[in-house]
């Protein structure tokens, strides 16, 4: 028959390749940009209040896994909010001693307005529930820090030819 089509000639179209096929390393593989706040020991926020507050920015809390994330229209993760204290889950029935902000930097886009997103909320609840805003290494935050974090994700996303403005980071 002259339309049939034999194996070899199949594997021999010519199509572009799927980024599975290349099995390239990601730079950002397992790399985040973090924030935790540090709660009073006799001032720890309401699990209540806090689901209510997070709610409200726009985070959705996963029961299964125990976490709040914050979500694009298209379902891809930002950022994560999640109990900072070690096996410990977020949950009413859990004190909250500390909480730790994640933004997974693998497969992101515009790093900096999400991390932008993230730290306004940050300093939102640490105002709100009188919980101390720390960096990754548990130092204070300072505006000096915020500006590092920013460079930092500016550089990211032009490294990944992100779309991102060039504009005078504050």
Excluded: C, W
């Excluded at 089509?5 to 572009?16: C, G, H």
């Excluded at 397992?30 to 985070?59: M, Y």
């Excluded at 130092?139 to 500016?154: F, G, I, L, W």
Aim: hydrophobic share 40%; no cysteine.
């Amino acid at each position: 028959m002259p339309n049939e089509r034999t194996t070899i000639e199949v594997k021999n179209e010519i199509r572009i390749p799927t980024q599975a096929e290349f099995d390239l390393e990601d730079p950002n593989e397992d790399k985040f940009l973090s924030v935790h706040l540090l709660a009073k020991t006799e001032k720890r926020p309401d699990f209540n209040l806090l689901h209510t507050k997070l709610i409200a920015n726009g985070l959705t809390f996963d029961e299964r896994k125990k976490v709040f994330t914050k979500m694009s229209t298209n379902h891809i993760t930002y950022f994560y909010l999640l109990n900072g204290e070690a096996e410990k889950d977020l949950s009413a029935e859990t004190p909250i001693a500390m909480l730790t902000f994640l933004l997974p930097l693998k497969g992101q886009n515009n790093i900096l307005k999400v991390f932008e997103n993230m730290i306004a909320l940050a300093r939102n609840l640490a105002t709100s529930f009188e919980m101390k805003l720390l960096d990754d290494d548990f130092n204070p935050v300072s505006d000096q820090t915020v500006a590092n974090y920013k460079e930092r994700a500016a550089e990211l996303d032009i490294n990944l030819g992100n779309n991102v403005a060039r504009r005078r980071i504050k």
